[in-house]
């Protein structure tokens, strides 16, 4: 009997220890080093709790907040667990605290407490190792050997390998490593490179080449470069707008890459280090020329309406893949379009120029245009500077029109005044002519006192007397027109004096 009451006892007190209420507090880490964080995990076993949890110590601070506040939503007792994460600050501990009651199933509200404590640490330097250990080829010899502190290699496979297996392993635990594993390969020089990057973030390049032979290489010198043509194209990316076909060079088949609309050949070409380009064939000349895209990024556009029209152009509408929209044109004929979009892709608004023959769009530049702008500056100038200068002659015109009467008069009456003292002045001079020979003659000498003059010497004196006379006559008739041309000259800015000075009276009269 008294073995059944001892056992009474035992199945009470066990059934009492499933049932009670209770918390525990525990952590993820028991160290952690400053800068760090740690988790706190508080273990609630009951049917409701109203739970307070706090941190204290070498931390930014955390706590339960309303999570330390629930039940199981069933009145039953259950295993709940609720954590709360914080960040260590500095070297020392961080503690964090549970305190509150839980209630079992039956009803029985117990005040619970727990507590944790972790120990912080200064942190770790980070490590700077960023060297290889270890550096392969499976199943092949790599040359130089092996050095951390070698940084390029090289390796020879034959003409039938298609991949390799490239082994590797960082120095250090921290870093990380890239470019190891499966690599395929082709003929000639295939370049791989393998980075380590040390916990510090700084990385390390180790270069490998693997040479796959080629028994019968086509070498290409392009500029100062040497390249090999390719006789694989699993390693060549296709162009777009080009087809995949093939070729023969030195009766060797070559893939290559065709395009029907501009007629060119592609094909693959390798340098020493085992970059691969492509390279133009002609076939009839025997030549290559290095290949070069030039590609703009893609634009979806949304087409607004036009609020505003630019100097130099005019307001249209334009179709583009069925639909118009508005636009500006320089005239109407014009193939190219200014059109005010957003790029979707952008998500940017502003003005884009749309090419309707090629169907493409580039974005709008005004400062492309400015030297355009100055140039028409300039002709405005000269054309209005032109206007007036017509204007001026114009009205120069319609003065001389009206001045032409009263010039004529002046001009003939002068020109008859002229002709007479003219004809007054060759009278004198002859008379004058006259009077020197008359006297010549009347100072003869007797012949017996000098030498007679010849009849010949006689007649050159003649002639030069009347040369004289001449030249004499000539140079007065020279004086009388530049003196008739001074004359007609300020009868001129006379005239043109009175027609300004009678038209600004009469505008001051009018006034």
Known sequence: MKKKIIFGMMLLSCIKIVNAASVSVSASSNYVTSGSSVTFYVNISGAAWQLSGYS?????GCSLGDEGVGDSGTGNNVNKT?????RATSVGQISFTVTGNVTDASGNAVDVSGSKTVTVGAPRELDSNNNLSSLGVEGYKISPAFSADTLEYSVEVPSTVNDVNITGSPASGYASIAGTGKKEVNEGANLFIITVTSETGVPKEYKLTVNVKDENPIKVVLGDEEYTVMKNAKNIVKPELYEQTTIKINNIEIPAFYNETTNITLVGVKDSKGNVRLAIYDKDNESYLLYEENKSDQMILLIHPISEIKDGYIKSTIRID?????????????????IYATNLITGEDDYYLYDSKENSYIRYNEEQLEPLKEELTKYKDVVK????????LGLLLIISLITRPRKNKDVKEKTKKDELIIKDVTEVEKKESK?????????KVPEEKVVKKSKKQSQKDAIKSVEEATMIIENFEKKVKEKELEKQQEVEEETMYDIFEDDRKRKKKTK
């Open 385 to 392: 500077y032109l206007v007036i200068g017509l204007g001026v």
């Open 56 to 60: 204290a110590g070498a931390t930014s």
């Open 435 to 443: 009077k020197k020979l008359d006297v010549k003659e009347e100072e």
């Open 82 to 86: 609720l954590s709360v994460s914080c």
């Open 322 to 338: 069925d639909s118009e929209y508005d636009c500006l044109k320089v005239n109407e004929e014009s193939e190219y379009a200014i």
